[in-house]
């Protein structure tokens, strides 16, 4: 099982980036894939979330509106479309799954049990 994640970069404030977080070693199914933010000196929060068990998605208030989670089935990946980027959305993005058959979103970050090694947004003014 592993999970790469792609697409970070450095982007002025108001700007868009698309991550991408290749699977390989098992297919969506019913699980549930995340995408998580770690801010320099701050605790891994969540961003956003699908569950291919039941179709739902979701997102941190601080990113509603601006940000899209979707997939792409026959590519094994599922995108993060950040647009009007903040300074405040720095920080390394992670993917990560829970590889249980049936999950949801409704999980903390210790439900998620792959993770890839991250990618690098930096939002500048």
């Known amino acids: 099982v592993q999970l790469v994640e792609s697409g970070g970069g450095l982007v002025q404030a108001g700007g868009s980036l698309r991550l991408s977080c290749a699977a390989s070693?098992?297919?969506?199914?019913?699980?549930?894939i995340g995408w998580f933010r770690q801010a320099p000196g701050k605790e891994i929060d969540k961003v956003s979330c699908v569950s291919f068990s039941d179709g739902s998605t979701a997102y941190a208030d601080s990113v509603k509106g601006r940000f899209t989670i979707s997939s792409d089935n026959a590519k094994n990946t599922v995108y993060l479309q950040m647009n009007n980027l903040k300074p405040e959305d720095t920080g390394i993005y992670f993917c990560?799954?829970?590889?249980?058959?049936?999950?949801?979103?409704?999980?903390?970050?210790?439900?998620?049990?792959?993770w890839g090694q991250g990618t690098e947004v930096t939002v500048s003014l």
């Open positions: 990560a799954a829970v590889l249980v058959h049936g999950s949801s979103c409704h999980g903390n970050l210790h439900s998620f049990n792959s």
């Open positions: 070693g098992f297919t969506f199914d019913d699980y549930a």
